[in-house]
């Protein structure tokens, strides 16, 4: 079992060859019905490098603030293989989306 905290090669910000610009995160739907709730999130990747950008890779990560603290983390929820490499023309964009759902029992 492979376990990783961070991705095997980040994707900078930015316009610069194989850069992605990040949109902010969107929250689409927050819904509960029965016992489940479902929380999707949606984030967009712009790419503006003039070429080709290849993503083999994507994570969900969380940005707290602990109580009492002025200081900002982050924790990485989720890190996610492809199967296979997408490839994000210039000018295109891509659409992560997780969706969450957590169950309860009755």
Known sequence: L???LTLQTKIIEG???G???YA???AIDKSYADTTWTHTLVRYCNNNSGGNVSVNEVALVCRYHIYGEDTVCSILLSRDKLGST?????TSQLKVTYTIELAYPA
Request: aromatic share 6%.
């Open 19 to 21: 850069e992605l610009n």
């Open 24 to 26: 902010e995160s969107e």
């Open 15 to 17: 316009t610069g060859a």
């Open 2 to 4: 492979e376990f990783a």
């Open 86 to 90: 997408v490839t994000v023309p210039d």
